[in-house]
């Protein structure tokens, strides 16, 4: 499974971005997904998570309220809807398959990673 990241880009403090992840194969619907990102100068960080079938998600403290993952299974994709954005979520963000069907956030249990889309928030 090969996933690409797309969406990111320069935003100021408030806004809204949303963050998509297409998957190469539709196999991919049977997988969790998740998304993290890694700031400047920091370790890799878990944002987001979402099972099989999307109706199970979950999110890191930080970004619970403000975010929301989904997913189309039909065309493959996972969404990360970004509202309210703060210059803290600047990073690079990255969705991953994961080799189970439910949702994970350690970074291990993940098999399949995109290149990363950068998010910028000014303040």
């Known amino acids: 499974v090969q996933l690409q990241a797309s969406g990111g880009g320069l935003v100021q403090a408030g806004g809204s971005l949303r963050l998509s992840c297409a998957a190469s194969r539709r196999t991919s619907s049977n997988n969790g997904m998740g998304w993290f990102r890694q700031p400047p100068g920091k370790e890799r960080e878990f944002v987001a998570a979402i099972n099989w079938s999307g109706g199970s998600t979950y999110y890191a403290d930080s970004v619970k309220g403000r975010f929301t993952v989904s997913r189309d299974n039909a065309k493959s994709t996972v969404f990360l809807q970004m509202n309210n954005l703060k210059p803290e979520d600047t990073a690079v963000y990255y969705c991953?398959?994961?080799?189970?069907?439910?949702?994970?956030?350690?970074?291990?249990?993940?098999?399949?990673w995109g290149q990363g889309t950068l998010v910028t928030v000014s303040s």
């Open positions: 991953a398959a994961a080799r189970g069907s439910y949702y994970y956030i350690k970074v291990d249990t993940y098999i399949y």
